[in-house]
């Protein structure tokens, strides 16, 4: 990034990154996972932490970026990835999992009731998000809004991520993992409209992030606690790895595609409102499910 300026070394620079960067966290969270055992719903208690390292990014790069300008990205950027690397360093004598699932095993999984069917819902949601990760901060930019006043609405839906993941063992105790994933559902599909519809009124911005503690802080802990029906013990890490090969994987890709097509077309008005349909479709296949 810091080299070219060109599309195709781009865009080979973002495949390796995405290929590593991405095969970490299956296994980050199937060691969350088997090191809470039975405590699976307080799962959100630890992911908390990598959302207050957002919430300090976000509400301060922006700021930054307004003074020294988009081309120091990259140079504020690399010190957070040193940092990072060191420390996993510490992790790199961890012992792997006793059993190694083999290609029957994932075969099985795969079959197993209710799975392909909670794929496929991740997947659509994370369609949904390909907006909201590409152009989320164009889109504000285009309605008006300066650096710091995105940066201060990244910061807002951390912020009460941070909250909800704290809160989520209870929820989930007092509600259940499904009915939630539902409403978490329903609620993304009024976030990206309202996005869609109202991005140059800077209050109502600030009340859509706010659903981001639904949209994503519940949902995640919710799937997660759902993962850990569907993959027990030590088929946690195939588990994950399918789940972040349909979500991460094929809908982050056909969701960043499909608003890139959108936001060609009609700007960030058509790329929400494709993501609100594809956050429609999610919960129109999981409310069909079995019970």
Partial sequence: FTLTRSALALF????????????????????????????????????????????????????????????????????????????????????????????????????????????LVALLMQMGFGAFYVFYTLHLQANGHS??????????????????????PRLIERFGAQPLLAFCMGVTVLRWVVTALFASHLSIMFAAQLLHAFSFAIFHACCMRQMSEFFPGKRAAAGQSLLYGFSSGVGGVLGAGLSALMWEWGGGRAAFLASSCAAALAWLVYSLRRR
């Fill in 12 to 119: 080979a620079v973002m495949a390796c990154f995405g290929l590593f960067y991405n095969a970490v966290m299956p296994q980050f969270e199937a060691m969350t996972l088997a090191a809470l055992g039975p405590r699976s719903a307080d799962y959100g208690r630890i992911r908390v932490w990598g959302s207050v390292g957002f919430l300090l990014v976000a509400s301060t790069y922006g700021w930054v970026l307004d003074r020294l300008g988009n081309a120091a990205f990259p140079w504020i950027v690399l010190p957070l990835f040193v940092l990072m690397a060191a420390t996993a360093w510490p992790h790199r004598d961890d012992r792997p999992p006793e059993h190694r699932e083999t290609v029957e095993d994932a075969e099985h999984l795969w079959k197993r009731p209710g799975v392909r069917r909670f794929l």
């Fill in 147 to 168: 650096g710091t006043a995105i940066g201060a609405l990244w910061g807002t839906g951390v912020l009460i991520e941070i909250m909800m993941f704290w809160q989520a």
